[in-house]
């Protein structure tokens, strides 16, 4: 028997001693569209609840925009539901070279190609542009994709610690003897909510003949003056030779991702990145949506404005009322407790008190780091955020961690 008892028990207890250690993720159902306000069954079989979503990746409140939701229904009119296909078979349309054109103009690189994902995207661009003769000098909180994709490289890895350019300056000296030497960040880190310093990192990469890639998934589309990214920001616009990014969250919030840079490294990957050479093209209907959001983001600042407002309201708020809040500008806040099971239980109580916010620990972060990741949306209006603000403050209270040092919060529940 392919599945015997003994093994079947071996799962079974590992479940349980999740389950009683209060760390089991369990999924909750959303029965409406995505938006500020959601409805919700949690558990399951229970009746919906009506709660304030504080955890989505809908930065610009575009998931269930009118104008999106009709440019997707005639995308899907059409061009069909989907393609049944790859891209070098018969999977291209028109509609796909529009959005590589469009994100290329949006994010100022020379060529854009599309990845069914920015998870593919990743896992992907490294065997596509890299060998064994090249080194990768990564940021030690970079992305897990962007992990997954290094060890599918057969190019040497190393690291730097977390925004520390010293130590990537070194790593730099290190590998001269490299053919090529590729330096990976994100753009935004998508737990802490910082920023990488890539002004100064383009400045490495420079003295030291390397180039740059940059995972932009959580800043493309809300991030810099216009909104192009971490890239604007800092300022190197045209600067930063590849670009990774998602359409999953703030560009619509549906799936796909794309590779945008050089455009010799944009056409490697379409000559060798597998994710795209043997997974299907993007449905219709999702690039369709994403043209029309990046039109809306053209015409005007408007949402990434409101955005901007709501994160310092919130930010301050937060650190008012006396939660540990990682320190940065971008709309990714966490709420720092330490302990996985104070995280699970903290999240359970502010459902109750109905604010939907999910607590994150070991493995998606660091041991001892876990926290409440909120994040804002441009769909939240101050009175969502007053409740919120609230609810968290009850909760807080609750538990008493308001007004505590980070080790006095260890002490209490442990790491």
């Keep these: 028997m392919a599945y015997p008892a003994e093994v079947r028990k071996l799962y079974q207890d590992q479940i349980k001693v999740m389950r009683e250690a209060g760390i089991l993720k369990e999924e909750r159902f959303i029965c409406s569209p995505q938006a500020a306000d959601i409805e919700v069954e949690f558990p399951a079989g229970s009746p919906l ?15 269930s925009h009118p104008e999106v939701i009709k440019a997707a229904h005639e995308g899907l009119d059409r061009r069909g539901f989907g393609l049944s296909s790859v891209r070098f078979i018969c999977g291209t349309q ?7 054109e ?27 542009i890299l060998t064994k003769e090249d080194v990768i000098i990564s940021d030690r909180l970079v992305h897990a994709s962007l992990i997954d994709g290094i060890r599918l490289c057969s190019a040497m890895n190393d690291s730097y610690k977390h925004s520390d350019l010293e130590h990537l300056e070194q790593k730099l000296q290190m ?13 935004v880190f998508s737990m802490d909510g910082d ?42 616009m045209g600067k930063i030779d590849v670009i990774t990014t998602t359409f999953g969250k703030a560009l619509g919030g549906a799936t796909g991702g794309c590779v945008s840079g050089r455009k010799e490294l944009v056409e490697m990957c379409r000559q060798k990145a597998r994710p795209y050479l043997f997974s299907n093209t993007v449905a219709p209907m999702i690039i369709a949506g994403v043209l029309k959001v990046l039109d809306i983001l053209s015409a005007t600042t408007e949402r990434r404005d409101k955005l901007e407002k709501n994160t310092n309201y919130w930010r301050k708020g937060l650190t008012e009322a006396g939660f540990i809040v990682k320190e940065g500008d971008t709309p990714i806040v966490p709420v720092m407790l330490y302990n996985a099971k104070l995280a699970q239980d903290f999240s359970v109580a502010l459902y109750e008190e109905g604010i939907y916010a999910i607590g994150f620990f070991f493995p998606v972060v660091p041991q001892g780091q876990a926290r409440i990741r909120t994040q804002l949306s441009a769909a939240h209006e101050i ?33």
Excluded: W
């Excluded at 028109?94 to 590589?100: A, F, K, N, V």
């Excluded at 469009?102 to 065997?127: H, Q, R, W, Y």
């Excluded at 590998?175 to 753009?187: A, E, F, I, P």
């Design 175 to 187: 590998y001269q003897d490299k053919r090529l030497r590729l330096v990976v960040t994100d753009g």
């Design 102 to 128: 469009k994100m290329s103009e949006f994010l100022g690189t020379e060529d854009t190609i599309l990845f069914p994902s920015c998870m593919d995207a990743n896992a992907g661009v490294f065997e596509a």
């Design 195 to 236: 920023a990488a310093k890539l002004d100064k990192m383009v400045e490495l990469c420079d003295k030291y003949n390397a180039m740059l890639l940059v995972d932009d998934s959580h800043a493309t589309g809300f991030i810099g003056k216009t909104g192009r990214g971490t890239h604007e920001k800092f300022g190197v």
């Design 383 to 415: 009175h969502h955020l007053d409740k919120a603000l609230k609810a968290f403050t009850k909760v807080g209270k609750k538990f008493d961690i308001l007004h505590k040092t980070k080790q006095e919060i260890i002490d209490k529940y442990g790491m």
């Design 49 to 63: 609840k009506k709660v304030i979503n504080m955890c989505a990746n809908n930065y610009l409140g575009l998931s």
């Design 94 to 100: 028109d509609l796909h070279r529009q959005l590589e």
